[in-house]
C-alpha cells in the first residue's frame, strides 16, 4: 500500500526566503503525487500535481515540486516566499489507475514572518 | 450546485448516539472519498468510492464506522455508538476519475459530548 511521509510538522521562513516542504512516499506502482494546501479556515485545494509527465512540475502561486525516484521525493519548494503562503501543505499519493485511494500525509505548517 | 455540498456543517451529539453525515459530490465526479481531519493528525482516509467497483473501506477505524453511495452521486457516512474520539472534521472529497483532481466540501465537524 502507499503511503506519505512529511518530514517536519512545521516550517517558519521569512518573507523573501526559499521555501522547502518535504515529501517522500511509497508506492509499488509508479505513483501519482499531489500537494493540496489549506490556507486559515477554507477547504482543501489542489496545488500541483505530478502523473508521469515532466518530473519538475509548476502550480499555482509559484510553487513547483521534483518528483525523484531514485529518493522516492516530491518535494515543494518557492524561492521566494510571501505572507499569503502561510498556510497547512499537504503531500498525497496515488497509485493511480490501480484503484486505490489518495493518502495524505499529516500535514506542514508554513509559518511566514515580516 | 457547483461545488461539493457536506451536511450537517456543524453537529454535536452525546456519547453513544449515531449520527449521519451527508456528502453531496460534484456532478458526473465518478470518485468519491471521506477523511477525517483533526489537530495533528492531518486527512485520515476512510473509505473511497469508485464507480461500479467495490468501495476500498480499508481505512475505516471501526465497525462502528459505515458508509454508502446510492446510485453513484449522493454518499452517507454513518458513526455508530459515537465516542469523543470521534471529535473530527469529516472532509468529503469527488473528482472525475482515480486520477483527477480532488474537490473538497467545507467538511461537517462532529463534536461528541
Known amino acids: 500500500a502507499q503511503s506519505v511521509t512529511q518530514l517536519g510538522s512545521h516550517v517558519s521562513v521569512s518573507e523573501g526566503a526559499l521555501v522547502l516542504l518535504r515529501c517522500n512516499y511509497s508506492?509499488?506502482?509508479?505513483?501519482?503525487l499531489f500537494w493540496y494546501v489549506q490556507y486559515p479556515n477554507q477547504g482543501l485545494q489542489l496545488l500541483l500535481k505530478?502523473?508521469?509527465?515532466?518530473?519538475l512540475v509548476k502550480g499555482i502561486n509559484g510553487f513547483e515540486a521534483e518528483f525523484k525516484k531514485s529518493e522516492t521525493s516530491f518535494h515543494l519548494t518557492k524561492p521566494s516566499a510571501h505572507m499569503s503562503d502561510a498556510a497547512e501543505y499537504f503531500c498525497?499519493?496515488?497509485?493511480?489507475?490501480?484503484?486505490?485511494?489518495?493518502?495524505f500525509g499529516k500535514g506542514t505548517t508554513l509559518s511566514v514572518s515580516s | 450546485g457547483a461545488g461539493v455540498s457536506q451536511s450537517p456543517s456543524n453537529k454535536v451529539t452525546e456519547k453513544g448516539k449515531d449520527v449521519e453525515l451527508r456528502c453531496d459530490p460534484i456532478?458526473?465526479?465518478?470518485?468519491l472519498y471521506w477523511y477525517r481531519q483533526s489537530l495533528g493528525q492531518g486527512l485520515e482516509f476512510l473509505i473511497y468510492?469508485?464507480?461500479?467497483?467495490?468501495?476500498?473501506k480499508s481505512g475505516l477505524p471501526s465497525d462502528r464506522f459505515s458508509a454508502e453511495r446510492t446510485g453513484g452521486s449522493v454518499s452517507t457516512l454513518t458513526i455508530q455508538r459515537t465516542q469523543q474520539e470521534d471529535s473530527a472534521v469529516y472532509l468529503c472529497?469527488?473528482?472525475?476519475?482515480?486520477?483527477?483532481?480532488?474537490?473538497f466540501g467545507e467538511g461537517s465537524r462532529l463534536t461528541v459530548l
Open positions: 498525497a499519493v496515488s497509485e493511480g489507475q490501480a484503484g486505490t485511494a489518495l493518502i
Open positions: 508506492s509499488s506502482v509508479p505513483p501519482y
Open positions: 472529497a469527488s473528482s472525475l476519475g482515480a486520477t483527477g483532481e480532488l474537490f
Open positions: 456532478s458526473g465526479h465518478t470518485a
Open positions: 468510492f469508485q464507480g461500479n467497483s467495490a468501495p476500498d
Open positions: 505530478y502523473t508521469s509527465a515532466a518530473t
